[in-house]
């Protein structure tokens, strides 16, 4: 595995390698010392073109717990909006030894094209580009869900098989809806997407998902768990797209609240990418139930970064034959040290 561009191009085996490494990981995070000597002399760049706090820290924090040198680049206040292109970026920070490059971009293809490029050597990890993909956002979430739903014990080498799970909002705009749509598919489990139909995509309908406009008789088939979405305001009014009438109405049909909470099975759990909508998507009961796990995403996302980074950068020597996948398929349809941690590579 040469980048991390889509959920797409994870292979059944890569898809689980990785779950299992980010839990070792997370094992290690447990310790009163939390850093590992993995990729001491490796340097990391974060290039952020979109703002996105805790994305990037989550980044910055799982490739420091691993001891590599991080660089953040932030587009504003940067040559880039003094016309800098991308290609030109990319060369400067190739220049200075990045071994990886964590790139968030508002243009969906951006991380595959500065892959393919040739402007850089390094690792190229999707940190959401567009409308099109958010990969380790995914593999944070089925990380989530194995933890919770894949029965007692060591869940190492389990999938998702025969899991139920319902995403609700705006699947139209979302890079978390497509890249967990891909990755739960390859894991094994069923999603519905629930939305109105003015929030799902043209040609959703070939999407390994089903798709249902009522939340309501989505939970009556007890999902075992229910991830919502992000609304953004500014698409509620009719200057910003009018794709519903007005936020009382959207969560009325689709916010997740004490009532619809109740009526979920008692072991099924909430997800949510963030950040939150609070008494929109969501209310402040179901937000706060012991059964969000919305925290805890936030935790696992650095075990998850920490174990691509790791496999990327580190835990692939030897392996390219067992991980080669192709790269290009980016649409839903459309040693560290023996003492530290080992792990599997």
């Known amino acids: ?158 999938d998702l098989a025969g899991l139920r799970v319902a995403i609700v909002g705006d699947v139209l705009h979302s890079r978390v809806a497509r890249s967990n749509v891909q990755l739960l598919h390859t894991l094994g489990a069923d999603v519905t997407l629930v939305a109105p139909p003015t929030l799902l995509p043209v040609g959703v309908d070939a999407w390994p998902a089903a798709v249902s406009y009522h939340l309501d008789e989505v939970i009556d088939t007890k999902p075992d768990a229910i991830m919502m979405l992000r609304v953004q305001r500014e698409r509620m009014s009719s200057a910003g797209g009018g794709f519903f009438p007005s936020p009382l109405e959207y969560t009325r049909g689709y916010g997740l609240d004490a009532r619809r909470l109740a009526a979920m099975p008692e072991h099924a759990i909430v997800l949510h990418p963030g950040p939150m909508n609070r008494g929109l998507e969501i209310s402040a009961d179901a937000a706060d139930s012991p059964r969000a796990v919305i925290v805890e995403q936030v935790a696992n996302g650095v075990a998850v970064r920490m174990a691509v980074l790791y496999l990327l950068l580190a835990g692939s020597e030897g392996t390219q034959d067992e991980t080669r996948h192709d790269q290009t398929n980016d649409q839903p349809n459309d040693q560290t040290t023996k003492n530290e941690t080992k792990v599997d590579a």
Not at 48 to 67: G, M
Not at 133 to 151: E, I, K, N, V, Y
């Open 1 to 158: 595995m040469k980048h991390l561009l889509s959920t797409g191009s994870l292979s059944h085996k890569q898809a689980v390698r990785i779950l299992d490494t980010a839990g070792q990981m997370a094992a290690t995070q447990a310790r009163e010392i939390k850093k590992l000597p993995t990729l001491r002399g490796r340097t990391v760049v974060n290039l952020f073109f979109e703002d996105s706090t805790r994305t990037r820290i989550s980044f910055e924090t799982a490739a420091k717990r691993l001891s590599a040198d991080v660089i953040n680049f932030s587009a504003k206040g940067s040559s880039v909006s003094k016309g800098e292109s991308l290609k030109d970026t990319a060369l400067t920070l190739q220049a200075m030894g990045a071994d990886a490059v964590v790139i968030r971009h508002h243009a969906s293809g951006a991380p595959h094209t500065l892959a393919h490029s040739g402007w850089t050597h390094g690792a190229v990890i999707n940190a959401g580009d567009g409308t099109h993909q958010h990969p380790t956002q995914a593999l944070l979430d089925a990380f989530t869900l194995r933890r919770h739903l894949s029965g007692p014990g060591d869940v190492t080498g389990r």
